[in-house]
């Protein structure tokens, strides 16, 4: 199962780096082409905030309707994340994501005398739960993102699905109605997929890692035997420190990949959270919709927060455990390597981003508390 459950999950991992990117597309000889096929997807994007930002600022009047308004700024908000999303996963860290799975694969077909049956019962066991839940997130946000586009497309008598309509083509043109509803149908679902796959492939990440930690972990466990202390500490503990060294520099690399990501997408989150509260100024059948907007984001800062959470524990078992073993019943030498190992254990492998701090569900709470209180803060001005 474990192979089958890493197969279906590194075929998603090709599908989102070869969709957006139309990677799936033949290569041309021609240099430029290759180029057009790359910036199709940011210049979607773009144009979806140029629109967004034109709507809210020029085709508005009082800025009375507050739906109209406030999904009007998450639109702006979110294509500006899914551009810089596509920018610094799929273009400038596509490489070295690529080579995080590319270790994870390896480790998963090695046959490492002790490390391999640990290996095998973490990772199918993390494989079947990522493969699950990256299942149930990925269809939950969008029959949400169905629900929300039905809902803008009755509010704007059926033409205009994210609210504005394409600057320079007249309403009485042939070509307003199909290139409205078509385009934006498009632009919508592109720019919500690439959210959701990228947060996907983060929790992929991260699984594989927690994975790789409690291997770690099983492993330290055989300290607790005496025998095992007594005869083979020297080559336990140099095994643990080897194992340990390779998934804390693939930690770093997903640090690197994704500490960007992270800032923009809580930051971002944050703000069209904040937008989407401000609404809720009476409870009545219309805030249905926005509600369940307000719940899909609350869903993605969870998912982003709560794995980095399980990285950090997983991390942070490995120096109990060690302490916990009968490293009294050591030798003076390996007591010293045992001493580099838990002074090493203490740096706990985690993700962090700037100006949020280590990723974790106390991250979760603190944007969810910022968001109120900016919500309560606009309300209280603008009414």
């Known amino acids: 199962m474990l192979l089958t459950h890493h197969s279906v999950l590194m075929k998603m991992v090709a599908f989102y780096f070869k969709?957006?990117?139309?990677?799936?597309?033949?290569?041309?000889?021609?240099?430029?082409?290759?180029?057009?096929?790359?910036?199709?997807?940011?210049?979607?994007?773009?144009?979806f905030t140029f629109c967004s930002?034109?709507?809210l600022f020029f085709e508005m009047g009082d800025y009375s309707d507050l739906i109209d308004v406030s999904f009007t700024i998450i639109f702006i908000f979110a294509t500006f994340q899914c551009n810089m999303v596509y920018w610094i996963i799929n273009i400038y860290n596509k490489t070295r994501i690529l080579k995080i799975f590319s270790y994870f694969d390896m480790t998963i077909n090695s046959q490492d005398y002790l490390v391999a049956d640990l290996r095998k019962k973490h990772y199918e066991n993390n494989t079947r739960q990522i493969l699950t839940l990256a299942k149930i997130f990925l269809t939950g946000i969008t029959i949400s993102g169905v629900i929300i586009m039905a809902f803008d497309m009755y509010r704007s008598e059926l033409y205009m699905p994210v609210f504005f309509s394409f600057p320079g083509i007249p309403l009485d043109s042939i070509l307003f109605y199909p290139i409205n509803i078509i385009g934006?149908?498009?632009?919508?679902f592109a720019c919500l997929e690439i959210l959701m796959w990228s947060d996907t492939i983060i929790m992929v990440c991260i699984m594989y890692c927690d994975a790789e930690l409690r291997t770690i972990r099983d492993l330290i466990l055989f300290l607790e035997n005496e025998e095992v202390v007594k005869t083979k500490s020297p080559?336990?503990?140099?095994?643990?420190?080897e194992v340990h060294r390779d998934i804390a520099q693939q930690a770093k690399e997903l640090t690197d990949s994704f500490w960007h990501i992270y800032f923009i997408k809580l930051l971002t989150i944050m703000l069209y959270l904040c937008s989407v509260m401000f609404i809720f100024q009476s409870f009545d059948a219309s805030l249905?919709?926005?509600f369940n907007a307000s719940m899909m984001?609350?869903?993605?800062i969870f998912i982003l927060c709560f794995f980095g959470q399980i990285l950090r524990n997983s991390s942070e078992e490995m120096c109990d455990s060690l302490y916990m073993t009968k490293w009294y019943e050591m030798t003076t030498k390996n007591l010293k390597n045992l001493l580099m190992l838990m002074t090493r254990f203490h740096n706990p492998i985690k993700?962090?981003?700037?100006?949020f701090g280590v990723i974790s569900i106390y991250t979760f709470v603190q944007i969810l508390k910022a968001s109120i209180s900016y919500a309560t803060i606009l309300y209280t001005v603008f009414t």
């Not at 430029?32 to 210049?43: D, E, H, R, S």
């Not at 080559?235 to 420190?241: A, D, N, P, T």
């Not at 984001?297 to 993605?300: A, D, I, L």
């Open 19 to 47: 969709f957006w990117s139309l990677d799936f597309l033949p290569k041309s000889k021609l240099k430029i082409i290759n180029i057009v096929k790359l910036i199709i997807y940011p210049f979607g994007a773009g144009l």
């Open 53 to 55: 930002t034109w709507h």
């Open 184 to 188: 934006q149908l498009i632009l919508y």
């Open 235 to 241: 080559f336990m503990l140099k095994l643990i420190y």
């Open 288 to 290: 249905i919709v926005p």
């Open 297 to 300: 984001m609350v869903s993605q």
């Open 351 to 355: 993700v962090e981003t700037f100006g």
